[in-house]
């Protein structure tokens, strides 16, 4: 069934009617100015709604939480699971509890031998994002040229379980279910998962699905960004899907392989289940796939980091236009029970009638929006800069295509339309004639592309209010505790440190702080650098709004080191981990490769010219002779990466990416020094910075 349709037969689920009233479109002020932004029919394809597989996870780990249990009335709690390793490479066990002081664990090899876990034992940390001081600390055991076979783990504790129960609800405050710590076993194997939302449907009531498959690296040596790998078929044995509700529990359902759990075709090697969305909040779905190749038996897992919102709008298929000047303003109809308090990412291609009576394409044309109300209706208005109804030599009638509506803050689809008619009166559609052929007889070069057509024509600044100009304003990333760049303060000149630590900002949250930091600071100009989310809120600030960044003057207005721009694969057991530990600062979609790819699709290709990156990685050694910058995190993430953003994740197509280094890593306390100490980076980002 198309997206589209999933998103109209959603409908169903009941949304309460408001009382409050839009305010009228006529005199609705944006808090802060935001760009119409367009851009030409050959960009459709990077603005389109992701197809899920770009985002999809591939691992070669399994991750289990442990949830110890009473089973004997002389002995302690424990927990016991059967492990595969299969890599006559190596494998690593990894531990993490925030009780670990409390729990003794134990290995025993396929021929039911005592493994010495002393030996093999070191003492690390999983970082929870962009924090240098939140940790979750944990043991890995390192096991070159092992056994392979079957290993029976258990963790056990000489405590009662009530103590250890309550030890846990002081420290991560479950709502429901307890867990007591968190495993992550990793095989230096050719054998991967490859798991996919199966469509992005997020809302209250919504079906969530995911599908998943086993794939061979020596088949797919580099998996590119958005390509999907063959499944292996006949060597999957168990399937299934594991979701864990924003209030704590837990719900497990098998995933099947009979062409109708939007799994493919029957017995094509790929699985596919579903659930429910009943609760809104954050979930962490797991897919768990176990069965047996050539190297013997296996399990890998992947973790999806899912957000669920209320029902908060539709579209209804209705449009209609007015024309202001240049501009004809586009009204896209929406319900009367719309919510008022939510920004919404309304997005639509423009097609038109050519001489010849052929449908036309005109461009694309998005913009940031709130619910204002038109001629009695609840509308979402974009603006339309009729150059380019003239650059395309078409006119009326109008259609809308590929028509849809993201929630800014959660990056969630709330509705999709495929097509719609354009309604326009009669005075407005010789309005728009007229102008066309004006713009036709005149001088225009109606083939280039403005600045004014690309983003719209900003609004006059109140310069009274800010006196200051020239400033750098260097911001940190999620969930940090400091500045990172302010650990040498004499790297950089004419400069703010940006700091609000430990929270948790969706792209466009933390780019509002950044502009009303801006204003406080009296700023009427300024350039923007980047730490990891940092570095992408420089582009969003960028790609959405009317400030003094595009009044900056120097080569760079915008810089970024190591940011997940495409998002981060392990944020789904950096969720699990923080839960764990009581750690974090919530969870954060943007930061996810589903958030990620939802939030690029806004992103416009003028946007990313002035974006201006740097990326960073580990040098050789270590874990296997690969390298890593935290031996924990490795495990997890693509290959190579800096500790938490993997290259994979890092690029910007048409992005200009300045320098990658070998041998930094992401934060401060990984096997390399971290990427913000480079003093010569820091002062050709300096030097560069507009301001």
């Not at 050519?354 to 005109?362: C, G, I, Q």
């Not at 290709?605 to 002035?610: L, N």
């Not at 930094?664 to 971290?674: K, L, V, Y």
Request: glycine share 8%.
């Amino acid at each position: 069934m198309a997206l589209w349709l999933l998103a109209l037969v959603a409908v169903a689920v009941a949304r309460p009617v408001s009382v409050r009233k839009a305010p009228a479109f006529e005199t609705f002020v944006d808090p802060i100015p935001r760009k119409a932004l367009a851009g030409p029919p050959e960009e459709f394809a990077r603005h389109s709604l992701p197809d899920p597989t770009v985002a999809g996870l591939n691992s070669e780990s399994a991750a289990y939480f442990i949830l110890l249990a009473q089973t004997s009335a002389n002995s302690g709690p424990s927990w016991t699971r059967t492990i595969y390793v299969d890599s006559a490479l190596g494998f690593s066990l990894n531990v993490f509890s925030p009780i670990a002081n409390h729990l003794t664990v134990s290995l025993l090899d396929p021929k039911g031998n005592p493994v010495d876990l002393e030996k093999a034992a070191t003492r690390t940390f999983w970082p929870i994002w962009d924090s240098d001081e939140q940790t979750a600390d944990g043991t890995a055991y390192n096991f070159n040229n092992p056994m392979i076979g079957e290993y029976t783990l258990t963790v056990s504790s000489a405590a009662p379980l009530p103590l250890l129960n309550m030890m846990m609800k002081n420290i991560s405050k479950p709502t429901v279910d307890v867990k007591h710590g968190y495993v992550i076993l990793y095989n230096a194997n050719t054998d991967r998962i490859f798991s996919h939302l199966t469509a992005y449907t997020q809302q209250k009531g919504d079906q969530v699905g995911l599908a998943s498959r086993m794939y061979s690296v020596d088949a797919y040596p580099t998996l590119a960004l958005g390509q999907v790998p063959q499944a292996k078929q006949d060597v999957v044995s168990t399937a299934v899907l594991e979701a864990v509700f924003p209030d704590g529990h837990r719900l497990i359902k098998p995933m099947h392989d009979d062409g109708l759990h939007s799994d493919g075709a029957a017995d094509d090697g790929i699985f596919g289940g579903s659930f429910s969305a009943t609760e809104v909040g954050e979930y962490t779905v797991q897919a768990t796939l176990e069965g047996t190749d050539a190297a013997g038996k296996f399990i890998r897992t992947t973790q999806h980091l899912v957000q669920v919102i209320p029902r908060l709008l539709e579209l209804t298929s209705a449009a209609f236009a007015e024309v202001d000047g240049s501009i004809l303003n586009v009204f896209l109809e929406v319900d009367q029970s719309a919510d008022l308090d939510s920004t919404y990412r309304p997005y639509f291609q423009l097609w038109g009638m050519s001489a010849t009576k052929t449908a036309t394409p005109v461009g694309w044309f998005s913009s940031l929006e709130n619910v204002v109300s038109k001629n009695g209706k609840n509308v979402l208005a974009l603006q339309v800069d009729m150059q380019w109804i003239a650059r395309a030599n078409v006119n009326a009638p109008f259609t809308l295509r590929d028509v849809y509506v993201q929630e800014i803050n959660s990056l969630i689809p709330v509705s999709q339309v495929a097509s719609i008619d354009l309604q326009m009166s009669a005075a407005t559609t010789a309005a728009v004639s007229a102008h066309v052929a004006s713009l036709a007889a005149s001088n225009v070069d109606l083939q280039t592309i403005t600045l004014a057509m690309r983003q719209g024509v900003a609004p006059p600044r109140n310069l009274t209010a800010l006196p200051n100009g020239g400033k750098l304003i260097v911001l940190h990333g999620y969930c940090a505790d400091k500045n990172p760049f302010a650990t040498y303060p004499e790297d950089w000149t004419d400069n703010l440190f940006f700091l609000r630590t430990k929270v948790s900002m969706s792209h466009n949250e933390y780019s509002e702080r950044v502009v009303a930091f801006a204003n406080e600071n009296g700023l009427s100009s300024y350039g923007l650098v980047g730490h990891s989310q940092g570095g992408i809120v420089t582009l969003n600030t960028l790609n959405y709004f009317h400030t003094g960044l595009d009044a900056a003057t120097g080569p760079r207005k915008i810089q970024s080191l190591g940011s997940p721009y495409r998002g981060n694969s392990a944020a789904g057991s950096t969720a699990d981990l923080g839960a764990v530990f009581g750690l974090g600062c919530g969870r954060n979609n943007d930061m996810s490769t589903d958030g990620a790819v939802l939030w690029y699709a806004g992103i416009s290709a003028a946007s990313i010219a002035q974006a201006n990156y740097y990326t960073t990685q580990y040098d050789k050694g270590g874990l296997f002779g690969e390298g890593w910058c935290n031996m924990l995190t490795n495990t997890l993430l693509s290959k190579p990466n800096d500790g938490t953003t993997e290259m994979i994740y890092a690029t910007l197509d048409g992005g200009n990416h300045r320098a990658h280094t070998i041998g930094q890593c992401h934060i401060d306390g990984m096997n390399w020094p971290a990427s913000y100490w480079d003093h010569s980076r820091n002062a050709e980002m300096n030097s560069q910075a507009a301001r």
